[in-house]
T-cell receptor, first 116, second 110 residues
């Protein structure tokens, strides 16, 4: 079974630009979560999707948005990039069945975004 | 606000030592506590704990949850250089997210 796939792996963008990151979950997993990881901050929750519905959103500005498609693939978009958005963006999928988070999450390799 | 706190933030030991990593949590409607190992980028799953006092083991790693005192520990015995990583602890609640701590960076010297 293929793991969680994130593309691209690395990205360099200029301040003010926008970026779209992609995540393909493990086959059969309907829950996809996104996290931002920066040194000293740990993994900060961005949002979680299940069956194309956003069920929860973290404390990030509206420049951060996401969506999930009918095949469970997810994208996140960051508009008007700032230097502080430089981070590792991790996507995780889990075989949730619709209820609460009662299983482990499986992570992709992440997208390293550098804003210059 | 829900939070997970890990200690120590970093740790340097020698091969063969035993280490104990701590994770405390304050989470409304707590469901489970998970441990992950992050060596380069993708955190890899170690344990998921839902019941208090029941130890989970995998080789040299073990973990236990105390739901009364709201903490968990991860023990690694006979450490090896390959154990060097960031160890992440996360809690789940009824809010469709995993709440992560900042992690403990472990370095094992040969």
């Amino acid at each position: 079974k293929a793991g969680v796939t994130q593309t691209p792996r690395y990205l360099i963008k200029t301040r003010g630009q926008q970026v779209t990151l992609s995540c393909s979950p493990i086959s059969g997993h309907r829950s996809v979560s996104w996290y931002q990881q920066t040194p000293g901050q740990g993994l900060q929750f961005l949002f979680e999707y299940f069956s194309e519905t956003q069920r929860n959103k973290g404390n990030f500005p509206g420049r951060f948005s996401g969506r999930q498609f009918s095949n469970s693939r997810s994208e996140m978009n960051v508009s008007t990039l700032e230097l502080g958005d430089s981070a590792l963006y991790l996507c995780a999928s889990s075989p949730q069945t619709g209820g609460v988070m009662n299983t482990e999450a499986f992570f992709g390799q992440g997208t390293r975004l550098t804003v210059v | 606000e829900d939070k997970v706190v890990q200690s120590p933030l970093s740790l340097v030991v020698h091969e063969g030592d035993t280490v104990t990593l701590n994770c405390s949590y304050e989470v409304t409607n707590f469901r489970s506590l998970l441990w992950y190992k992050q060596e380069k980028k993708a955190p890899t799953f170690l344990f998921m704990l839902t019941s208090s006092g029941i130890e989970k083991k995998s080789g040299r790693l073990s973990s236990i949850l105390d739901k009364k005192e709201l903490f968990s520990i991860l023990n690694i015995t006979a450490t090896q250089t390959g154990d060097s990583a960031i160890y992440l602890c996360a809690a789940t609640s009824g809010t469709y997210k995993y709440i992560f701590g900042t992690g403990t960076r472990l370095k094992v010297l040969a």
